[in-house]
């Protein structure tokens, strides 16, 4: 009848063809890199998603954010669930109001139960903890970690296969496709709106959304089209222009 909605009835109204709900995927911070890359995994076929991360949404950061005034004050986990759940009601969705360190000691088999992990957390101490704790668990797993530069100078995917965790420390530490020369910058990059508040590194919403969206096909070939993917890495570069307007160092290469 018309009255029954399934998630098949769904899909082959859309697609054309029925499709089995079938990936589990992690996301470990959800602000504005991670919110609006989950724009686009959304209209995936993806059955499951576990969403980690401890803070609100402020208001200062809505401009780039994917969602808006309505949620301020709320965990980022539950207005990301809220909406996925709103388009597709037959989606589960778990959410975890901590940091990752802490879920892992409580559910060691977080990265495990999962197909793919995205860790998104902007954070070099946060991702070399992770990659150790995965080189050391003998992870079976594939993970992304993806952050961006100041200005959207550049937006970076790392894509590692389990057995790659000890390379993909090194790169990270040592990581060679970055554009900004970020001694020469030091006082533009990080910028205050008073000396009591707390910092925050500039990028317009504008330059994440042209990143995303160039790289993501790159996303979709590895989770859905490859049975047999090797690491490897994806750079994005801004515009170089608007970069020499605002008289930032550029790297030399």
Not at 98 to 119: A, C, E, G
Request: net charge negative; aromatic share 14%.
């Amino acid at each position: 009848t018309f009255s029954e909605i399934t998630p098949n009835r769904l899909t082959k109204r859309t697609d054309g063809v029925e499709r089995k709900l079938s990936l589990s995927i992690n996301m470990i911070g959800l602000g504005s890199v991670g919110s609006n890359l989950l724009h686009f995994l959304s209209k995936l076929n993806i059955k499951e998603f576990n969403l980690v991360d401890p803070d609100v949404l402020s208001i200062e950061n809505i401009y780039r954010h994917n969602y808006g005034l309505n949620f301020i004050h709320e965990f980022k986990t539950k207005v990301v669930q809220y909406n996925l759940l709103n388009k597709n009601p037959f989606l589960e969705v778990n959410t975890f109001e901590k940091n990752i360190s802490d879920l892992i000691k409580k559910k060691p088999s977080f990265f495990s139960d999962s197909d793919y992990s995205f860790l998104i957390t902007g954070n070099t101490r946060s991702e070399l903890y992770i990659l150790n704790y995965l080189q050391e668990v003998k992870t079976d797993k594939p993970l992304f970690i993806i952050w961006v530069e100041p200005y959207m100078a550049s937006g970076q995917i790392m894509y590692i296969e389990p057995e790659d965790m000890v390379k993909a420390k090194d790169l990270l530490i040592n990581y060679p496709h970055h554009i900004l020369n970020s001694r020469e910058n030091s006082d533009k990059l990080y910028l205050k709106e008073g000396s009591c508040q707390s910092g925050y590194y500039p990028y317009s919403e504008n330059y994440l959304i042209l990143f995303l969206s160039t790289c993501f096909p790159y996303i979709y070939d590895i989770i859905f089209r490859n049975s047999k993917n090797k690491s490897h890495t994806i750079s994005w570069y801004g515009d170089i222009n608007f970069l020499d307007n605002l008289e930032l160092v550029l790297k030399d290469n």
